[in-house]
């Protein structure tokens, strides 16, 4: 099956839809590349969002992750473990997810999951980087976008209320190849006020923000 044999719905919303299972997974499965702009991502989002995609993992497939400059702190930690320490890190805890945590790491190593950070660098905008999109293809150069709210988590009992804007390439080629555009320019950095780093060179430079106090479950 590919993204134009789903049926989508022009937008979701939680009071009437389920964005997980009408949305998310369906257009997860049928893709082959997933790219994603948000405002920040932690180890749970990774880890869950990984672990859920055996169409990645087992297809010549990829994941772009392009997120703000705020990070909790035993997330950054954990990042910089799995980055450092490679596929041969063991790490303790539960099964369950140390199999998740593996799995990213695995992805990584692969270059199936690259994680770039974009931070404002102009008086204009000088505050957090907040853009929203993600972009789904598949194999027959089709895409879908979506925008707005969504942090769609696997978690059943973590759910937040939200919606999103759903525009696909063969209903809306221009606004899709507007939206798909900006991704790349933005991963490119190409994008005014605003400059992208490869994330093991933006903490190593300092350029990440950190806390105990952040709670990050977004992707």
């Not at 009408?22 to 991502?41: G, M, S």
């Not at 497939?61 to 990070?71: D, E, N, P, T, V």
Request: hydrophobic share 35%.
């Amino acid at each position: 099956m590919t993204l134009r044999d789903l049926s989508l719905k022009r937008e979701y919303r939680s009071d009437k839809d389920d964005l997980l299972a009408e949305f998310f997974v369906p257009c997860l499965t049928n893709c082959i590349q997933y790219d994603r702009a948000i405002e920040f991502i932690s180890i749970k989002s990774l880890s869950t969002l990984a672990f859920g995609l055996d169409n990645i993992t087992k297809k010549h497939a990829k994941i772009r992750l392009i997120s703000g400059h705020r990070f909790g702190s035993s997330d950054l930690d954990m990042l910089k473990k799995i980055y450092q320490n490679g596929h041969t890190h063991r790490f303790n805890g539960n099964m369950i997810r140390d199999t998740k945590i593996s799995h990213v790491q695995k992805m990584i190593k692969d270059f199936k999951l690259e994680i770039k950070i974009a931070i404002p660098n102009s008086e204009l905008v000088d505050g957090s980087f907040e853009e929203r999109i993600g972009i789904f293809r598949d194999e027959n150069d089709d895409a879908v976008v979506f925008t707005g709210t969504s942090n769609i988590t696997f978690d059943a009992q973590n759910r937040n209320f939200e919606s999103i804007d759903v525009f696909t390439s063969w209903d809306d080629k221009i606004r899709t190849d507007v939206k798909i555009e900006n991704f790349e320019k933005l991963w490119n950095n190409e994008t005014h006020y605003v400059e992208i780093y490869d994330l093991i060179f933006a903490e190593k430079n300092n350029l990440l923000k950190y806390t105990t106090e952040w709670a990050v479950d977004k992707y």
